[in-house]
């Protein structure tokens, strides 16, 4: 599948729910509003779509939310896509907090790895971003993960000033005792945001140059993914230190994804509110044909970048969660 601007998109983001376990204060604002359970997709309604999907060559899956984790039997799912022919691979977006108990079970349904998203190693800084997790909870998520071999182990960290950005080389310190690969975002406006955004948005430059002041970090190759990261390791570090920057250095020229919403939209980009319903063709009974057609039509649509700039957003979107992040 090639979009009007050439590039290849071959990798599909499904959020499985827009409910969360957690209310983290740069993702989730008070007073949301929740997706209708009754429009939330089925397990086979999504199977269904990721078969269409899949014949028109988006073949790299990843499970996100909202919490995916939070999805009651979550592994079924896994273990339908898995054995969808043509599937690749199949990853996981999570805060980490029920991977004790899932990472076993997901890892035999057939999940190649998971993203743990971990704002900091202080369990009361923790608290706070996060609005009550507990971090000793995520911290053995991982380790259960690693030892599962979902494999490589990403780290997710959103940077705010005034609230982790004290802990960036506590964070990339741990790469040079774990294979963990520890990545730097930025913050990004939403509608939900944008205030707060302005306030404690810390570029990745700046992670860097901290970082970098310390002395030692040296351009490592690519971790295996579909992302927009780039990495750096200490010498002899098992794991390495990355930056996603979606404001500060724009990657929108490198996009090879759609996402798939939790009530069957499929979006074309994160920030521009393009999206496709393909939740009513499905439940109309529509044939695979119109909706594959439906899709390629759609993909036209699909805007060359995002225009987002500090403390203000693109998009009518209030929180990530309910499109999956
Ligand atoms: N619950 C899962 C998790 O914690 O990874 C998956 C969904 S979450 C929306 C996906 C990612 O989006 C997380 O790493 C989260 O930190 C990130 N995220 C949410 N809002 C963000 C924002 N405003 N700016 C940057 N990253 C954001």
Not at 128 to 150: F, N, Q
Not at 163 to 173: P, S, V
Not at 179 to 207: C, H, K
Not at 251 to 261: G, H, P, Y
């Amino acid at each position: 599948m090639r979009d009007p601007f050439g590039r290849d998109i071959d990798y599909l983001r499904i959020s499985v729910t827009d409910r969360c376990n957690l209310r983290c204060i740069y993702c989730i604002p008070e007073g949301m509003e929740w997706i209708e359970k009754a429009d939330i997709l089925s397990y086979e309604e999504i199977e269904r779509l990721v078969r269409i999907l899949g014949r028109l060559g988006l073949r790299r899956l990843r499970l996100t939310g909202g919490e995916p984790t939070v999805r009651r039997q979550l592994p079924r799912l896994v273990e339908m896509l898995a054995a969808i022919e043509g599937t690749e691979e199949i990853s996981l977006s999570t805060n980490g907090l029920k991977l004790t108990e899932l990472a076993a079970p997901l890892r035999r349904a057939g999940l190649s790895r998971v993203n743990v998203s971990l704002d900091s190693l202080d369990e009361g800084c923790f608290r706070e971003i996060t609005r009550g997790g507990d971090l000793r909870k995520v911290l053995a998520g991982i380790e259960a993960a690693e030892k599962e071999g979902l494999l490589p182990i990403k780290i997710n960290v959103v940077v705010m000033r005034g609230k982790n950005d004290g802990e960036i080389t506590d964070f990339a310190l741990l790469t040079q005792q774990r294979p963990w690969n520890v990545r730097f975002i930025e913050m990004m406006p939403l509608e939900g945001n944008v205030g707060e955004q302005e306030a404690r948005y810390v570029s990745t430059d700046e992670v860097r140059r901290s970082l970098e002041a310390l002395g030692g970090l040296e351009p490592a190759e690519a971790v295996r993914g579909n992302g927009p990261a780039t990495y750096f390791r200490y010498p002899g570090a098992p794991g390495t230190v990355g930056f996603i920057s979606p404001l500060n250095h724009n990657f929108c020229d490198r996009c090879n994804r759609l996402r798939l919403t939790a009530n069957g939209r499929l979006r074309l980009c994160l920030f521009g509110d393009n999206e496709i319903d393909l939740a009513t063709p499905l439940r109309a009974g529509r044939g695979e044909e119109e909706i594959a057609e439906k899709v390629l039509g759609g993909l036209m649509a699909k805007p060359q970048r995002h225009y987002l700039e500090l403390g203000s957003t693109a998009s009518r979107l209030i929180a990530l969660s309910q499109v999956g992040g």
